[in-house]
C-alpha cells in the first residue's frame, strides 16, 4: 500500500511540475569536462600523458540546478553574473538553446568562472578553475533588487544556489528571504560555508555533513548521535523550517518539525559526485513547490541524486529515469 501510494505521489509531482515556475539566484559556472585515455607517462616529468578524445561543456554551478529543473519540465529563470568573454558567450547559447529564462549581468574585463577537469578513462586526474571572486556591486544590487521585486509575483519559489563565486552576498540573502516570506513563496538554500549563518528563516537548507559542521564551527560527526544534534542546532540557530543533510553513500537524514528522519542512498555505484548537490535542491523544491512535505520532497530528490551520481560530470534527471529508478527502488523493496 505505501508503494501504491508514493507511485501516485510521484505521478502527481511529475504532472504537476509544468506549472511550477521557480527562480534560481546563484553563481554560474562553465564546466569544461577533458577525457581520454593514459598510455604513458611524460619524459619531462612523472605525471601521466592524457590523449584527449573528447571535450563537452555543460552548465555548472547554479546553471546545472536550472537544467535540473528544467530536465523534470519545471519553468525557470537564473539571476547571476557572468563576463563579457567567450565563454559567457557559450553559457548564455547553453541557456537560450534549452529556454531557461535568465537575468544576467554582464561584467567587461571579468572572467567568467570555468573549471575544466581532467578525466583519463574514469578517472578525475586534475581540476583547473579560472575564476575571480568579485562582489557585487551596489548598482549590480539595485538592478537585481528591482528585477526579483517585479518577478517575485510570477514565481512559486526561490532557489539560492551558492558556490562562493561573490553572486550571493549577505545582504542579498535577507533581502530574497524577506520578499519571500512577505509573498508567501518558497525559498530554499544550498549553502557555502561562508555565509551559513546568514541562511536564516528558509523552507529548506541542504547542506552536506561537511557544510553542516564546518557552517556551524563544530568537528564532523561521526555517529548517528551527533549528527541528530548537530541537525537541531542548525535549525534552532537559524530558525529553519527544514533541513536536509546529504551525506554521500550514507544517503541523507531530514530535519522537519516532525522529526528527524533518514533516508539510505539509493545507488551503491557512485561514478561522479559532481552537482548531485543541484539535484537535490533542485527536486526538493519543486516538490515542496508541489505541496509536498520535506521528507516526501527528499525520497525523491535522493532518488535522482542516486541517477545523476552514476553519471559523468554536472547531469540531471529526466521523468522517465526517476519513473525507471522509483520501480526498481520499490521492488527491490518488496522482495
Known amino acids: 500500500m505505501a508503494g501504491m501510494l508514493k507511485q501516485k505521489q ?72 557572468i563576463g563579457e568573454d567567450e565563454n ?32 583519463a578513462g574514469s578517472q578525475q586526474m586534475i ?24 518577478e517575485i509575483e510570477n514565481i512559486d519559489a526561490v532557489i539560492i544556489s551558492d558556490y562562493g563565486k561573490g553572486m550571493i552576498i549577505p545582504s542579498l540573502i535577507s533581502y ?35 557544510e553542516a559542521s564546518m557552517g556551524m564551527h563544530l568537528p564532523e560527526p561521526s555517529t548517528e548521535e551527533e549528527i541528530v544534534s548537530l541537525g537541531k542546532k542548525i535549525r534552532k540557530k537559524l530558525s529553519a523550517q527544514n533541513l536536509v543533510i ?22 551503491k555505484e557512485v561514478f561522479d559526485v559532481t552537482g548531485a548537490g543541484d539535484t537535490v535542491i533542485a527536486v526538493i523544491t519543486l516538490a515542496m513547490a508541489c505541496g509536498f512535505d520535506v521528507f516526501s520532497a527528499s525520497f525523491f530528490a535522493n532518488l535522482a541524486a542516486g541517477i545523476v551520481v552514476q553519471k559523468l560530470g554536472t547531469a540531471n534527471v529526466s521523468p522517465e529515469e526517476l519513473k525507471a529508478v522509483f520501480n526498481d527502488y520499490v521492488f527491490k523493496k518488496a522482495i
Request: glycine share 8%; proline share 4%.
Open 10 to 81: 510521484l505521478e502527481k509531482i511529475l504532472a504537476k511540475i509544468p506549472e511550477i515556475r521557480v527562480l534560481v539566484v546563484g553563481d554560474l559556472i562553465l564546466d569544461h569536462f577533458v577525457s581520454g585515455q593514459v598510455k604513458r607517462i611524460s619524459p619531462e616529468a612523472p605525471v601521466p600523458v592524457v590523449e584527449v578524445k573528447k571535450e563537452i561543456y555543460r552548465c555548472g554551478g547554479a546553471g546545472n540546478v536550472c537544467f535540473n529543473i528544467k530536465g523534470l519540465g519545471g519553468n525557470v529563470t537564473i539571476v547571476s553574473v
Open 88 to 119: 559567457g558567450t557559450i553559457v548564455k547559447n547553453m541557456l537560450e538553446e534549452s529556454h531557461i529564462g535568465s537575468f544576467l549581468v554582464s561584467r567587461k574585463d571579468f572572467p567568467t568562472s570555468i573549471k575544466t577537469r581532467i578525466i
Open 127 to 150: 581540476r583547473v578553475d579560472k575564476e575571480r571572486i568579485e562582489k557585487l556591486s551596489q548598482d549590480e544590487i539595485s538592478r537585481i533588487q528591482d528585477f526579483f521585486a517585479k
Open 176 to 210: 530574497f528571504v524577506q520578499v519571500c516570506r512577505r509573498q508567501n513563496k518558497i525559498i530554499t538554500v544550498d549553502p557555502k560555508i561562508n555565509h551559513f549563518f546568514y541562511y536564516k528563516n528558509v523552507d529548506c537548507l541542504t547542506p552536506n555533513l561537511m
Open 246 to 267: 546529504t551525506r554521500g553513500k550514507d544517503g541523507m537524514t531530514i530535519f522537519s518539525d516532525s522529526g528527524v528522519r533518514n533516508l539510505p542512498a539509493v545507488s
